[in-house]
Nanobody
Framework: QVQLVESGGGLVQTGGSLRLSCAAS????????MGWYRQAPGKQRELVATLTLGGSTNYADSVKGRFTISRDNGKNTVSLQMNSLKPGDTAVYYC?????????WGQGTQVTVSS
């Protein structure tokens, strides 16, 4: 299991932008898939975006065209650029890494979008 530390959450107005970052440590191996999930109050955790080592991406329909995921494989970091934010994007955002079939999670960072 790897350790994940997120940064970059905060409060922003509708239409604004935020960038989340996540740094992974504790692994001698390359992490196959890194990504972001989110959980709003009273709702289940849901996928936001993932990016594999080979460059394949997967986005939730609700964020396509607004969010962009990127990673630095050499540094084991993953970022999420979030543009045109909406109140519906308000949630705790969690970094995720999958290594040898094992999921690791960050502690979460709050993103709040005011109307």
């Amino acid at each position: 299991q790897v350790q994940l530390v997120e940064s970059g959450g905060g409060l922003v107005q509708t239409g604004g932008s935020l960038r989340l970052s996540c740094a992974a440590s504790g692994s001698r191996f390359s992490i196959n898939t890194m990504g972001w999930y989110r959980q709003a109050p009273g709702k289940q955790r849901e996928l936001v975006a993932t990016l594999t080592l080979g460059g394949s991406t997967n986005y939730a329909d609700s964020v396509k065209g607004r969010f962009t995921i990127s990673r630095d494989n050499g540094k084991n970091t993953v970022s999420l650029q979030m543009n045109s934010l909406k109140p519906g994007d308000t949630a705790v955002y969690y970094c995720n890494a999958v290594l040898l079939g094992i999921n690791s999670w960050g502690q979460g960072t709050q993103v709040t979008v005011s109307s």
